[in-house]
């Protein structure tokens, strides 16, 4: 009796399935849908995967992802290299890029420290930054870890480390997003925003 | 300014985001899943790729999906091949295999006449259902689209070319699903159910 599709789309639905997110149905459709691509088209895919893998690795400087030697950022000679911004993900430089306003560097920590997730503080990238650190030239560290309380305390924590190597250290500031309906915002961020006032 | 992730990493993404159902974070959160991989793990997600499209084919017989030269099923002489039961897809296969009951062969359409997303009839497998009975030594032909407005026009349809082979052509029983309730059936069902009932 028949009960499973041929065994080589059994396996890449199962590679499927390991995906996060990605249930069994959802799978399914995932690798019928690979049966219906062209020759080239699949091999492209495939071909996708192995790059990502072996090209994409951290910058030894900022830990940031990249495919060159020295990240673009680390790389470029015009930026403020005495000011790093911390940050929890490589998606959070992107989103500070597109502010356009910062010309400073990065330091990324792939993720927060989360006791709940057993995340603790060897477990990101935290010794990386402090041996970047202890190496001098650096001005001002500014911690840009997400507003949560995961992210504050992860702040909190590297804040604590950094306090005898005599740099300075900030925080993004708290307050009502610009664009936004003071009456949706919440009372934290409203408190915050307040307490974060400033002469006009 | 950097606004985008190393270019295997976007490359990668935007395989992902090709697939069906996948979106952009999704995609996204797929391709750095792949980083997190390890090597053997990212090659053989692509090798499993490669591997469905290139050994997976249709059964030149019954059309379903196999890795062999022919399925499993038309290749069982132990099964009666005078009898064909008609589905749109492979899923449906496994789905009446699953009943344990089923000794015929099968016919996989590979879809549905479906105007509204234009599918007409030589978009899917007729032709092929057509010319295997022409063969002769086919008995009984039983209709197993689904059940719902697309799946009978396409019974009607495919039985319609069949009327002048004088091959007896069935459609699988209306009615109400085992183990289900009455009160929370919709009354098609119930109508169907009573016109096919049966004494006992």
Redesign the interface.
């Known amino acids: ?9 059994e ?2 639905t ?2 499927f399935a390991r ?4 249930g069994g149905k ?1 799978a ?4 019928f ?3 219906s ?1 062209s ?1 080239e088209e ?15 690795h951290t910058c030894p400087v900022c830990q940031n ?4 030697e020295l990240c ?2 680390c790389d470029d000679s015009r930026r403020d290299h005495s000011l790093i911004c911390v940050v929890a993900e ?2 959070d ?2 989103a500070m ?2 502010a ?1 306003e910062y010309d400073g560097v990065y330091h990324v920590l792939h993720g927060v420290i989360s006791p709940l997730n057993h995340v603790g503080p060897d477990d990101i990238r935290i010794r990386e930054l402090l041996s970047r650190v202890s190496q001098g030239g650096v001005r001002e560290i500014i911690m840009a870890t997400n507003p949560d309380t995961e992210g504050d305390a992860t702040a909190m924590y590297i804040s604590r480390l950094l306090r005898p190597m005599e740099v300075k250290v900030t925080r993004l500031a708290y307050g009502v997003p610009v664009g936004s309906q003071l009456e949706y915002s919440d009372e934290v961020t409203l408190l915050r925003a307040l307490e974060g006032r400033r002469e006009i």
């Open positions: 009796m028949l009960r499973y599709f041929p065994a080589p789309l396996r890449l199962e590679e995906l996060p997110g990605i959802t399914q459709r995932l690798a849908h690979v049966l691509l020759d699949a091999a492209g895919f495939a071909r996708a995967i192995v790059e990502a893998k072996q090209e994409v992802l990249t495919d060159r673009a950022i490589p998606r430089v992107i890029e597109r356009r």
